[in-house]
């Protein structure tokens, strides 16, 4: 049996796989088992921040195999103590809990709410605001907390305390206010899975004064726009708020399993031990892998990703066969004329990756993809977009 037929006879069928298999890789330009190269537009879906097999990345990574692998959260390890470190220093936020993936990183979030909001105002403040349209992981916790139904559908009955807003209507947060005891919002400033839509500026600064005003925690899912992905190191530097709770995971270990939740002043020390904990959570290797990955995202790599985020809208806005270019930095969402899944198969044809999100064909290239390489998936896509 070839691998296809492996994985279709023994994994889950929980993904609707191309028929490609991926072998290696180097940078933006992966291969398959046939050797056909292709440039990579999609990261892992924001995982791979500076590519396949980065030099620096393995270097960080097999330094650390060689020292040890795992010890588990009973014994203290350096790259866990100095990413927590790096991680506060880098956001101002106070503390971190490590988990391993997006919904792990969101479920610490929303405990961190609830204990917050029952031990200051009651049991009963427990309910927590989301978004319609967003996308918070796929746990029960993280299903109900994302405002999307049909995710919902045959998983019911999903955990309590959950309630969804329209997005950029504060009015309808301060509605739901006056008819729920609410623990806290939580919005990802552009949401990702929902189609790559930004969130208006003065909504979220809204919403960030009126949970203030409230004693409603802010937490902000950075899941998939975090570490560099919009052109600043978390998204809600755009925005001008600063949120009482952050969740991390995807590009923060550049391909290894790490989710973080950065607590904010409010709840740095919501957590006592036995409250929460995780087996692999601040796992050496991811956490070295991840050290490597946030000293790279410096302010110059953070103005190249702006930079490449102004061409592809450059070169995409206005052109035939494109209805609409959103998105933030290097989270780029195409309205496409035809469906986005035609387009994403033609370019993966032409040997360029690309998602979707939604209707929308979806970019999620390597923050250092060479501008050559972007160029030239630009013009595939393009010539994809027309014919
Ligand atoms: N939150 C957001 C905004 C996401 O985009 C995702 C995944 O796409 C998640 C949470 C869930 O992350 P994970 O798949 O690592 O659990």
């Not at 109900?144 to 947060?173: I, Y």
């Not at 409230?214 to 949120?243: A, C, I, K, W």
């Not at 103005?303 to 806005?317: G, N, T």
């Not at 999620?364 to 993809?369: D, E, R, S, T, Y």
């Amino acid at each position: 049996m070839n691998i296809q037929n492996v994985d279709k006879t023994y994994v889950a069928g929980t993904y609707a796989r191309f028929p490609v298999t991926i072998v290696s890789g180097k940078g933006s330009l992966v291969l398959d088992e046939s050797g056909k190269e292709y440039i990579d537009l999609g990261s892992g879906i924001a995982v791979t921040s500076f590519g396949v097999a980065d030099e620096v990345w393995q270097k960080a990574v097999i330094e650390q195999i060689g020292k040890v692998q795992h010890m588990s959260n009973l014994y203290y390890t350096e790259p866990c103590a100095r990413l927590a470190q790096m991680l506060c220093e880098k956001t101002g936020m106070k503390k971190v809990f490590f988990s391993n993936s997006g919904a792990e990183a969101n479920e610490c979030a929303i405990k961190a709410a609830r204990k917050y909001a029952q031990e200051k105002k009651g049991e009963e403040y427990y309910t927590i605001v989301t978004l319609e349209n967003s996308f918070h992981g796929r746990t029960l916790t993280t299903l109900a907390a994302t405002g999307q139904d049909h995710f919902h559908e045959l998983f019911k009955p999903l955990t309590p305390g959950f309630v969804h807003a329209p997005a950029n209507d504060l009015d309808a947060v301060k509605a739901l206010a006056k008819t729920h005891k609410l623990a806290a919002v939580m919005i990802e400033c552009v949401q990702g899975e929902g189609g790559v839509i930004a969130l208006d500026k003065e909504y979220v600064q809204g919403l960030a004064a009126f949970c203030k005003e409230n004693d409603m925690l802010l937490v902000v899912d950075e899941v998939q726009t975090g570490n560099g992905r919009t052109g600043e190191l978390y998204s809600f530097m755009h925005y001008g708020v600063m949120p009482d709770v952050v969740s991390t995971a995807k590009g923060l270990a550049g391909g290894l399993p790490l989710g973080a939740t950065m607590l904010g002043e409010k709840v740095q020390d919501i957590f006592g031990p036995g409250d929460h904990g995780s087996t692999f959570g601040g796992n050496p290797v991811s956490c070295a892998a991840a050290l490597s990955v946030l000293s790279r995202i410096d302010d110059a790599l953070l103005a190249e990703v702006r930079e490449k985020s102004a061409y592809l809208f450059s070169v995409f806005e206005g052109a035939e066969g494109i209805e609409s270019v959103s998105g933030l930095g290097l989270m780029i969402g195409l309205k496409t004329k035809k469906p986005a899944s035609e387009v994403v198969r033609a370019c993966m044809d032409r040997g360029v990756l690309c998602l979707t999100a939604k209707d929308k064909v979806r970019l999620l290239p390597a923050l250092n993809i060479p501008k050559a390489l972007l160029e030239k998936a630009a013009q595939v896509i393009l010539d994809c977009c027309r014919e």
